[in-house]
């Protein structure tokens, strides 16, 4: 699988911790919520560079072992420094293709953020959670509505980055929009007791206005490819945003995130 449309290696993986720090606050609220859920063995699936990986093996002390899965070599290198660091000794990052994921009943928790909204094939990847969770085992998801975006005031360069995102992954076969859709994907793929909530960081200064334009940097490639947008295009997006960015008087909101939860019966 190699359907990330953004773009990978040491700026991704920058990218993605300066991501995981935005959106640090709410993940660790659905993580609270479903404390109960950590126990025996989990895996964390697209686990980027390791931190929701690292925080579940901490509340997991003593009750279990968590795996970090993900495609990228340099977020695994990452994910398995920070845990040599933190000295985390329940825990193993591996380089891994969530569509070859072929365990069965072995899994107490799934958790996933941010992976489903760039596949081609969503409902693949659930029925193999699905299997490979135990019976009354729980999966937990984190995914995007991109078009939830907003920004204030009205912003073109912002307006033209959530379309071409948007485009883009549309594109390339993929749903950066999913989020809205998980219920019915995980009612599809024989889960219960489905629950579904939305969260939408806003912020008003340092990194969370960051992540327009490095967001925007990530994909210039792949809209390059795609035809879907310029060189001087991209290039005068990404000043517009830096500078939208700049003014202390901006707001600037991450994508509407539905956090899901649901379980594999016992029956």
Same mark, same amino acid.
Do not use: W
């Given at each position: 699988? #190699?359907?990330? &449309? +953004?773009?990978?290696?040491?700026?991704?993986?920058?990218?993605?911790?300066?991501?995981?720090?935005?959106?640090?606050?709410?993940?660790?609220?659905?993580? @609270?919520? /479903?404390?109960?859920?950590?126990?025996?063995?989990? $895996?964390?699936?697209?686990c980027?560079?390791?931190?929701?990986?690292? @925080? +579940?093996?901490?509340?997991?002390?003593?009750?279990?072992?968590? &795996?970090? $899965?993900?495609?990228?070599?340099? #977020? +695994? &290198?990452?994910?398995?420094?920070?845990?040599?660091?933190?000295?985390?000794?329940?825990?193993?990052?591996?380089?891994?293709?969530?569509?070859?994921?072929?365990?069965?009943? &072995?899994?107490?928790?799934?958790?996933?953020?941010?992976?489903?909204? /760039?596949?081609?094939?969503?409902?693949?990847?659930?029925?193999?959670?699905?299997?490979?969770?135990?019976?009354?085992?729980?999966?937990?998801?984190?995914?995007?509505?991109?078009?939830?975006?907003?920004?204030?005031?009205?912003? @073109?360069?912002?307006?033209?980055?959530?379309?071409?995102?948007?485009?883009?992954? %549309?594109?390339?076969?993929?749903?950066?929009?999913?989020?809205?859709?998980? /219920?019915?994907?995980?009612?599809q793929?024989?889960?219960?007791? +489905?629950?579904?909530?939305?969260?939408?960081?806003?912020?008003?200064?340092?990194e969370?206005?960051?992540?327009?334009?490095?967001?925007?940097?990530?994909?210039?490639?792949? $809209?390059?490819?795609?035809? $879907?947008?310029?060189?001087?295009?991209?290039? %005068?997006?990404v000043?517009?945003?830096?500078?939208?960015?700049?003014?202390?008087?901006?707001?600037m909101?991450?994508?509407?995130?539905?956090?899901?939860?649901?379980?594999?019966?016992? #029956?």
């Open positions: 699988m #190699n359907e990330y &449309s +953004i773009h990978g290696g040491k700026a991704g993986n920058e990218r993605l911790a300066i991501l995981s720090r935005t959106v640090g606050a709410t993940t660790g609220g659905f993580l @609270d919520r /479903h404390q109960s859920a950590f126990f025996g063995s989990c $895996l964390d699936l697209g980027g560079g390791g931190t929701v990986t690292l @925080d +579940i093996a901490k509340r997991m002390q003593g009750r279990g072992e968590i &795996s970090g $899965l993900d495609m990228d070599s340099v #977020n +695994i &290198s990452s994910a398995q420094e920070a845990a040599r660091r933190q000295q985390a000794k329940n825990i193993q990052f591996g380089r891994f293709d969530a569509y070859d994921l072929a365990d069965i009943d &072995s899994y107490h928790a799934v958790y996933s953020r941010f992976l489903l909204s /760039h596949l081609h094939d969503p409902a693949k990847v659930l029925d193999n959670i699905f299997r490979g969770l135990v019976p009354g085992g729980r999966v937990l998801l984190e995914d995007t509505d991109f078009s939830g975006h907003f920004c204030y005031p009205a912003s @073109d360069a912002f307006d033209a980055y959530v379309r071409l995102y948007q485009s883009l992954l %549309e594109a390339r076969g993929a749903d950066a929009n999913i989020g809205r859709k998980l /219920h019915q994907l995980l009612q793929a024989g889960f219960q007791e +489905i629950s579904v909530q939305v969260v939408q960081p806003v912020h008003t200064q340092e969370g206005k960051l992540m327009a334009e490095i967001t925007m940097e990530g994909i210039a490639g792949a $809209l390059l490819q795609e035809g $879907l947008a310029g060189e001087a295009e991209i290039r %005068e997006t000043r517009e945003l830096k500078a939208f960015r700049a003014d202390e008087l901006t707001i909101s991450l994508p509407r995130i539905f956090q899901v939860s649901a379980v594999k019966s016992k #029956n």
